[in-house]
T-cell receptor, first 107, second 115 residues
Framework: DAKTTQPTSMDCAEGRAANLPCNHS???????VYWYRQIHSQGPQYIIH???NNETNEMASLIITEDRKSSTLILPHATLRDTAVYYC????????FGAGTRLTVKP | DSGVTQTPKHLITATGQRVTLRCSPR?????VYWYQQSLDQGLQFLIQ???????AKGNILERFSAQQFPDLHSELNLSSLELGDSALYFC??????????????FGPGTRLTVL
């Protein structure tokens, strides 16, 4: 099972792009990269997922390196409401969520 | 709103007691997952059910049990409660099983406080 590593915390200025990195160097060919976020003590919210191609939806963009060993979640115009813990996980496999990255968007 | 509902929102009980947490998945979702999140901790996977059958097991204590009923709602039973069981308990649902990977949709959680 692939394991992910993420920075513990990051800051971002409001209105700027937030780029959250994730390493998953042991990911296997059939495993997807998923991103979720958890705002305060709410239930985690699905953001986006991908296998090998870059993906974009109304919330964010996901950039996956060609070797698939790392990825970056991009929030193009961060707002204060994007302050949350962001989790990068790989599926199928480990059902756990790690510690994630605590993103703080500052005015 | 994810479409997953959990009841109750808050539960306060005493050590040694037993409680039941309830989860209703999104309409049509066959998989239900339970997670525990203690204060400032990550989400710990407890157990997954798919269409009434246990599909995967995580760090679930023997004092805890779960089941998924024919109408697909699920219940998590916690017995002989200890202070350390105080946590947020989240339920998530997804359409299928874990393969191919399914997007999980989480409920708002039940906050359990054991005094």
């Amino acid at each position: 099972d692939a394991k992910t590593t993420q920075p513990t915390s990051m800051d971002c200025a409001e209105g700027r792009a937030a780029n959250l990195p994730c390493n998953h160097s042991t990911i296997s060919g059939n495993e997807y990269v998923y991103w979720y976020r958890q705002i305060h003590s709410q239930g985690p919210q699905y953001i986006i997922h991908g296998l090998k191609n870059n993906e974009t939806n109304e919330m964010a963009s996901l950039i996956i390196t060609e070797d698939r060993k790392s990825s970056t979640l991009i929030l193009p115009h961060a707002t204060l409401r994007d302050t949350a813990v962001y989790y990068c996980i790989v599926r199928p496999g480990d059902m756990r969520f790690g510690a994630g990255t605590r993103l703080t968007v500052k005015p | 709103d994810s479409g997953v509902t959990q009841t109750p929102k808050h539960l306060i009980t005493a050590t040694g007691q037993r409680v039941t947490l309830r989860c209703s998945p999104r309409s049509g979702d066959l998989s239900v997952y339970w997670y525990q999140q203690s204060l400032d901790q990550g989400l710990q996977f407890l157990i997954q059910y798919y269409n009434g059958e246990e599909r995967a097991k995580g760090n679930i204590l023997e004092r805890f049990s779960a089941q998924q009923f024919p109408d697909l709602h699920s219940e998590l039973n916690l017995s002989s409660l200890e202070l350390g069981d105080s946590a947020l308990y989240f339920c998530a649902s997804s359409p299928r099983t874990s393969a191919p990977p399914d997007t999980q949709y989480f409920g708002p959680g039940t906050r359990l406080t054991v005094l």
